[in-house]
């Protein structure tokens, strides 16, 4: 069984800084795209910054310029580093990966989400 955990979500403050960490275990074989998901009370889900498995990314035009998305292939890892915070980033922030298990099963998996609160 595959399962992504997230950490590093909290409160701070507008203008201040967070890095959000996602880490997959199980009978992985390989991981292919990375992401991370945001969602908002009363809003749908949205993307906030994709990677690829050779490193090329994608932000979201609202994150562009204050938000890094990054991967650490060896520990099966995915980072959000998110600076210059607002009170409109405030959500839920999700993980995402697209794995292909030791069966060669490939399916995308989600984190469990984590919370990020941004004071004004």
């Known amino acids: 069984q595959v399962q992504l955990v997230e950490s590093g979500g909290g409160l701070v403050q507008a203008g201040g800084s967070l890095r959000l960490s996602c880490v997959a275990s199980?009978?992985?074989?390989?991981?292919?795209?990375m992401g991370w998901y945001r969602q908002a009370p009363g809003k749908q889900r949205e993307t906030v910054a994709t990677?690829?498995?050779?490193?090329?990314?994608n932000y979201a035009d609202s994150v562009k310029g204050r938000f890094t998305i990054s991967r650490d292939n060896a520990k099966n890892t995915v980072y959000l580093q998110m600076n210059s915070l607002k009170p409109e980033d405030t959500a839920v922030y999700y993980c995402?990966?697209?794995?292909?298990?030791?069966?060669?099963?490939?399916?995308?998996?989600w984190g469990q989400g984590t919370q990020v609160t941004v004071s004004s």
């Open positions: 199980g009978n992985i074989f390989n991981i292919n795209g």
């Open positions: 990677i690829t498995s050779g490193g090329s990314t």
């Open positions: 995402n990966a697209d794995i292909m298990d030791v069966k060669m099963i490939r399916l995308a998996y």
